[in-house]
Antibody, heavy 119, light 107 residues
């Protein structure tokens, strides 16, 4: 079974930090680019960050660049999102997802983990 | 940033109807356009990749077409289980972006 399972969400005060993890199984994790996508309550999907299969390339949406860091540990089949200086507008369900192939869509998604930024 | 604009935002349809959802890109993206279905409280599911390639296990009533800036997702003979939100997504250039979504309600 192919799975991606996120963890690490929760309620955090503005300005604080949080680290999300996503453990993959059922496929060769090191062969695929992976991404974080978020969805604010009642809203649409927003791509947040992506990392190449070998971790040599990372990309971010402007609103999180400099605050969020995406990384991966291929020996542990795990994707991470380190989030700092959190803002109320970062409140969302965060999904991890894998590319089907280079420039392809995202074929495997986790169930999501909720991050709430509130005082 | 490439902006994807979907139409319509919402549609109420009856079973067996044919549904067409369009996605327009603010600049040419070739065929790097993908379609997802998201049901309430679920993760998105990839239906169509690269504009027109159906993913394994996706019912044949779903099809995609288009290239450049104009794309279409067609659902032939809609079924009740197709009630969901549908999103287009481009991977032509960073930052990757999604359309705002189209919500399908089944009468």
């Amino acid at each position: 079974q192919v799975h991606m399972v996120e963890s690490g969400g929760g309620v955090v005060q503005p300005g604080r930090s949080l680290r999300l993890s996503c453990v993959a199984s059922g496929f060769t994790f090191r062969n695929f680019g992976t991404h974080w996508v978020r969805q604010a309550p009642g809203r649409g999907l927003e791509w947040v960050a992506g990392i190449s299969d070998d971790a040599t390339g990372q990309s971010y949406i402007d609103s999180v660049r400099g605050r969020f860091t995406i990384s991966r540990d291929n020996s542990k089949n795990t994707l991470y999102l380190q989030m700092a200086s959190l803002r109320p507008e970062d409140t969302a369900v965060y999904f991890c997802a894998k590319e089907h192939g280079s420039f392809d869509g995202f074929d495997i998604w986790g169930q999501g983990t909720m991050v709430t930024v509130s005082s | 940033e490439i902006v994807l604009t979907q139409s319509p935002d919402f549609q109420s349809v009856t079973p067996k109807e044919k549904v067409t959802i369009t996605c327009r890109a603010s600049q040419s993206i070739g065929s790097r356009l993908h379609w997802y279905q998201q049901k309430p409280d679920q993760s998105p599911k990839l239906l169509i990749k690269s504009a027109s390639q159906s993913m394994s296990g996706v019912p044949s009533r779903f099809s995609g077409s288009g290239s450049g800036t104009d794309f279409t997702l067609t659902i032939n003979s809609l079924e009740a289980e197709d009630a969901a939100a549908y999103y287009c997504h481009q991977t032509s250039s960073l930052p990757y972006t999604f359309g705002q979504g189209t919500k399908l309600d089944i009468k």
